[in-house]
Each structure stands twice: as C-alpha cells, then as structure tokens.
C-alpha cells in the first residue's frame, strides 16, 4: 500500500468532477463526508478515484466489521449471483434465508425459545420490532431515550431524539412515544452508580406519571448509542430496566444496529449487563457490506402478528443471506469479540494518551472497538466544539484518514474501522489522527490567546 496521502491539495480531479456531478444529481439533503469517491476498498484501506489511500476509521458507519471486500464474503455473494439473484422470500422460499434464521437464533442472547425474521435495513428492523410488541401486548405507548438515533423510517425518526438534523420539517412523527433521559455521565458531576440510579428514576416517573406500566408496549434503548456520541449504558441501569420491563410486561427491545456483531468485544453490548432483551434488532455489519437486517426474539412475541403481518419485498435477500452467514463464519472462527477488545484497548489508549495531553479532548467513552472522544473547547472550557471535530475530520482527511462524527453537537470523534484492521494500518491511522488533533488544538490556543 502506498503511504497515506499528505498533501492538502485533495481532492484530485477525479473526485472534483464527479463531486460536481453529485451536486447537479443527488438531493441536497443527502450528507457527505470529505469528497472521497471509492475506486476500490481491501480490508481497512480505501483508495480513491484519483488513486490517494485512506485508512478507513468509519467502516461505513460501523457495517464493516469484517473489512472492505472480506474474500470469503465476496466469494459467498459470488456464488450465490451464480444460482439466483432474488424470488421474495415470501413468494418462494430458500434455504439461506431459514439457515440465516437458525444461525441469528443461535447467537441471540435470550433464555426462552427465539424466532427471527429478516429486513433490507436497521429502521425496518425497528418498525417491525415495534409491531410485534404492541401486537403481542395489546399496548401503544412506546419510550425511547434522549440523543437516541433508529433511523429514518416514520416510526423509527419518531423515536430518533436529533431533531435539528433528522426531524425537522417532516412532522408530525407517530403518536405514544415518550421520551425518557439517558444515563450520561460526562459533565453530570456523578459516580456511575449515582448516574444510573437518577436516570432509572427518571424513567420510572415518566412511566408511573405520564402512561402508567398498563399502556407501555415497549421500551427500546440502544446499549451503547450510536449517533448519539457513545455514551454507554451502566450496566445497573441496564439490569433495574429489565427487572422493571418483566415485572410490568413491558417489552425491552434492544436496538444493536451498530454495537452488534462483536464491535463492542461481546456479540451482543447487552452481553456486558448480563441481561436478555426481548427483542434485538440487528443491521449492519451482519451482512459484512451487503444490506441486511433481522429482528430476534422471543417466540411467542415474534409470531404475535397473523400470517402476512410480517413481510416485505427485497427483506432478507439471497444474496444478502449469503454474505451474512460467510460473515458470521468468520467472526466465529477468528474469534473477532477478542478482536475488539484488543483493538479497542489500543486505540482507548491512545485516546487516554491525547486527553491527558490536549485539552480540546474531553471524555473518553465506549466498550470494546467501539470507542469515541469528545471535542470541547479546552483551556479550562469542556463545553461541545463541533467545529474544532470538524476541523479534526477535515485535516485527518487531508492526511489519508476517513472519519466519522457523532452526538448532538457533532463533537464526538467515534472509531468504527474494521476489526479486521492490520496492527499497520490501526498505527498509521491512529498517527494521522493525533497530528489532526494536534493541529485543532493549535486552532484552540490560537483562539484563546487571540481572545486575550
């Protein structure tokens, strides 16, 4: 592989011409990164149509666990596109679909007999999940948590808490959604257990007050949020949550679109509280780059809804199903749950490193590789700087290092490269990282002393 691009002078021409030709044919509303344009893709490497390589720290938001082109994946897809591109699984059936099934029931934590139905993408995965709860309990209301993020999709924005970016203007959302806090520790002033404690009360107020257990069909709470800046769930609070659903029949569903499939260093980030949701929906990196979701659980919950209440055209597509069950082939044999924890204890290192050292790095949070800091204004002042992590995004760019944003100020710098990643490319990424960081907080100081 060729040395990571320094020059600011990207994009090149390649790039330029058909950055032009995305802003005269693609809706505005369409976000995108750096002006980066795939030529090809290996592993955790990228390299553009101009021919500059990247080390890919965003893994296409999180659904690439495996890495670009996985050779088993691709051969897997290959030879499925051979035999049949799609019939509609719920016109003609195929075997990879129900081996798919067997193999997600198989992995899905949960005590009692599980079932499992298969969906094109996360929101579908979350809309469905929705229906079978209030089907199978006869409930509407639904309570999600503050800086959530479940998609797109009508029911799943309505659960999705940024309304600045997602939400606004497409109102009005679905009706019995509530809203509850969610156990953030930075800036709180308290302990991890006094934290979980507060917000589990919080929760149960809202519930006993505003709904009353009787109507609430389901609560549906990301382990680890996403979008929402990885802040990661104590696991007391995880623990009192599912004492609270099973005492009142509540269905605790817990959306793993992103902290699914190893990323965390379990299979499963519900793995580390111990506990069982009722319901998991699953996207992402299970089809190791093709779309793909599921949504598992309890038996006697997923077949609530009557024969032809759970479908959908392109939902579990053969060639999807193939990719899938090639990626958890691989995830099981070379054991990638250890795999996160090694990469995320060396990037969590690094990032400890550079808290202790700028003062632009705030928190350090997450579990496993699935790991972020967040930006703040430093010189004494820890409020969010979206624009100095935009800086950061901008200038790792310039140097050969995709990366991604997240939380609700767009402060919070996440790490979602493959955990197939060499020890190579996780160094060098994590190098042109520090020397974007470093270079905000010069822009940081310049600023304070400007000020002055």
């Given amino acids: ?86 019939t509609c699984f719920n016109i003609v059936m195929y075997p990879e679909y129900i081996e798919l099934a067997e193999a997600l029931v198989e992995l899905v934590p949960g005590s009692w007999p599980k079932k499992a139905m298969l969906q094109t993408t996360g929101a579908e995965a979350v809309e469905n999940a929705i229906k079978v709860a209030r089907r199978a309990t006869g409930r509407q209301a639904v309570v999600a948590f503050e800086n ?45 257990a006094d934290c979980a404690e507060a917000a589990f009360n919080e929760f149960r107020r809202l519930v006993e007050t505003e709904i009353t257990p009787e109507q609430v069909a389901a609560v549906i709470i990301e382990p680890v949020q996403g979008e929402g800046g990885f802040h990661d769930a104590p696991p007391a609070f995880l623990r009192a949550l599912r004492a609270y659903c099973t005492r009142h029949g509540i269905v605790l ?3 793993e679109i992103q902290s699914g499939f190893c990323r965390t260093g379990e299979w499963f980030a519900t793995q580390h509280a111990g506990i069982e949701a009722d319901l998991y929906t699953l996207a992402k990196s299970l089809g190791g780059g093709l779309p793909i979701a599921a949504l598992v659980g309890r038996a006697d919950l997923m077949d609530a809804p009557a024969v032809g ?9 053969p060639l999807a199903c193939a990719a899938a069950l090639a990626t958890i082939g691989v995830m ?49 002042d820890a409020s969010p700087a979206g624009d100095l992590a935009a800086h950061i995004v901008q200038v790792a760019y310039q140097g050969g290092l995709v990366l991604v944003k997240a939380g609700f100020y767009g402060n919070v710098i996440r790490f979602l490269a493959p955990l197939s990643i ?31």
Wanted: charged content about 20%; hydrophobic content about 40%.
């Fill in 253 to 255: 569903i817990a959306d």
């Fill in 1 to 86: 592989m060729k040395d990571a691009v320094q020059s600011p002078q990207l994009p090149g021409p390649q790039c330029q011409a058909y950055l032009a030709r995305r802003n005269a044919a693609v809706a505005l509303g369409v976000a995108n990164g750096p002006p980066v344009f795939a030529a090809n893709a290996r592993g955790a490497t990228l390299t553009d149509l101009d021919g500059h390589d990247y080390v890919d720290f965003a893994g296409g938001i999180g659904t690439l666990n495996v890495g670009h082109a996985h050779p088993e994946v691709v051969a897997a897809v290959q030879a499925q596109a051979a035999r049949y591109l799609h």
């Fill in 309 to 317: 209440g759970l479908g959908g055209t392109y939902g579990g597509n």
């Fill in 332 to 380: 099981r044999r070379e054991d990638y749950a250890a795999r996160a924890r090694d990469v995320g204890g060396r990037v969590r290192a690094r990032f400890d490193d550079w808290a202790g050292r700028f003062g632009i790095v705030g928190d350090v949070r997450g579990l496993g590789a699935m790991v972020a800091f967040e930006v703040v204004r430093g010189n004494g």
């Fill in 148 to 192: 959530a993020f479940h998609g797109r999709t009508y029911m799943a924005l309505s659960l999705t808490a940024k309304a600045p970016a997602y939400k606004t203007g497409f109102g009005p959302f679905a009706s019995e959604v509530y809203r509850a806090p969610f156990p953030v520790r930075y800036r709180s002033g308290l302990s991890e």
């Fill in 422 to 452: 060499t020890d190579g490319e996780l160094a060098r990424g994590l190098d042109i990282l520090e020397r974007a960081v470093a270079d905000a907080q010069r822009v940081a100081d310049a600023r304070a002393t400007q000020a002055a």
